[in-house]
């Protein structure tokens, strides 16, 4: 293996794609400089059936297509070379620019935290055409888990309307495949492994002078999902993000930075397109795009079964298995949110024994939920809701007795209190109400019938 420095690179190349019937298994080459240094990346589709029909396995392979495009992202990131090369296929203009939106906004976080600018430009060629694979897919869901709340109440939401679906997973830490087995659904799972070499080269980031940082995975996914449509035969692939994802974290380079890009209906939209000109019988869409994530949290307190095997800390999902928490770390930006979140919508000892501790009774977590109310920065680089649903939280918890002499309630009550007391009705109405910016198939109406009877006009305020 050639270890290179950054200044020694010039390319990034997409050099090759294939997928292993009998094992079921896409392999997706990448190199830079032509060769000097290669990659290879392995998803294992774990059971998924043989597909003895042409039209299908050509299916397979145009979807391959794309999913190589898009997770060549870990690899580009490493050295960011402003020439890409697409060596095994030529893209359609329309590809391209997906694209470069793909790795511009998936990489925004990235290039804030790391201080570099982008230059992506996808090659294409004027007389490509789209390689369409119009195969028919059986008409059934699939809700992707992620061992959190909002998976959770997809499921539950889809299982009250008469409806099971297939859950999906990629990889199957605890908290995914323990949520698994308490929803009582059937799953297949999608082994995703990176190559071994990226490890090393992170390691030497301050020698190489390579780069490290987030990536837009619930991108990468997209299209995992869409070659496991046609592998599995499924129509629908239900995710679980919520409006909150559409907003953004802060500003570079004249681009909006959102940390939850790919969760986001920018990226939904774009990717339904650029999906349904390949395979058009696949739908991608989010269930709980019309909700706030504070919303979410109060369906998910009307379920108690999940307690005990949930959880939304990202250390319990480390690629290192070795260094996987449990359960809750009780100390990152994401549990803080989460544990501010559900504190209206549960009984104190309830959330505590989910935690294993009081967040809202450290002093050490002051910092943290200044952050989360909008009292300093702006908001974290995490998957957690927008400012003013941690602050209506705030506000219905300080109503509380049981919560007003807990250290963070006690200490920033009055500046909460001094920035936001007017606006509490305005917040109410604003976050417990439903957003009609979606891509929900009609089909799912029912569902969004139940979100409105559940919270649209102020399930927040019965609390």
Request: charged share 25%.
């Amino acid at each position: 293996m050639n270890f290179l420095h950054r200044k020694e690179i010039k390319t990034f190349h997409f050099t090759n794609c294939f997928f292993d019937e009998i094992q079921k298994t896409a392999h997706l080459k990448y190199a830079f400089n032509n060769g000097d240094i290669v990659f290879e990346e392995t998803i294992q589709f774990d059971q998924a059936p043989d597909i003895t029909d042409e039209a299908r396995k050509q299916a397979v392979r145009k979807c391959l297509r794309l999913l190589h495009l898009a997770a060549g992202i870990s690899y580009y990131k490493l050295y960011i070379p402003d020439e890409i090369k697409a060596d095994c296929s030529s893209l359609t203009k329309d590809e391209a620019t997906f694209f470069n939106l793909f790795y511009t906004a998936g990489l925004g976080e990235f290039s804030y935290r790391n201080d570099v600018s982008l230059h992506i430009n996808f090659p294409f060629s004027e007389t490509a055409e789209t390689e369409a694979a119009p195969i028919p897919l059986k008409k059934r869901v699939v809700v992707p888990v992620g061992g959190g709340k909002d998976s959770i109440v997809s499921i539950e939401t889809l299982k009250a309307e008469g409806c099971s679906p297939l859950l999906f997973s990629v990889g199957c830490p605890r908290p995914i495949k323990e949520t698994i087995e308490v929803s009582g659904l059937n799953s297949v799972q999608v082994t995703r492994k990176l190559a071994p070499e990226l490890k090393l080269f992170n390691e030497k980031q301050a020698e190489l002078d390579t780069l490290n940082g987030h990536i837009p995975v619930t991108g990468v996914i997209a299209f995992i999902l869409m070659l496991a449509a046609v592998l599995y035969d499924f129509s629908d692939a239900a995710l679980s993000n919520e409006r909150s994802a559409n907003v953004g974290n802060t500003e570079k380079d004249g681009r909006i930075v959102n940390h939850q890009w790919s969760k986001s209906l920018e990226f939904e939209k774009a990717f339904r397109t650029l999906s349904s000109s390949v395979l058009p019988d696949f739908r991608y869409f989010s269930l709980l795009r019309p909700l706030s994530e504070l919303a979410i949290a109060s369906l998910f307190a009307q379920t108690t079964k999940y307690d005990s095997v949930f959880t939304s800390c990202n250390k319990a999902f480390r690629l290192d298995e070795n260094k996987r928490l449990d359960r809750w770390c009780a100390d990152c930006d994401k549990c803080r949110f989460v544990f501010l979140a559900l504190a209206p919508f549960m009984e104190k000892e309830r959330l505590i024994k989910i935690f294993g501790r009081n967040m809202l009774d450290d002093l050490s977590q002051v910092k943290g939920y200044e952050e989360l109310l909008g009292l300093s920065a702006f908001k974290p680089f995490e998957c957690v809701g927008e400012i003013e649903e941690s602050v209506l939280a705030f506000l219905m918890l300080i109503q509380k007795d049981q919560w007003q002499q807990d250290a963070v309630c006690r200490i920033l009550k009055e500046r909460v209190l001094q920035k936001y007391a007017d606006r509490k009705d305005i917040l109410y109405e604003k976050v417990f109400s439903l957003t009609d910016k979606h891509l929900i198939p009609k089909d799912y109406e029912n569902v969004i019938g139940r979100f409105k009877k559940q919270t649209g006009y102020g399930l927040g305020k019965r609390h």
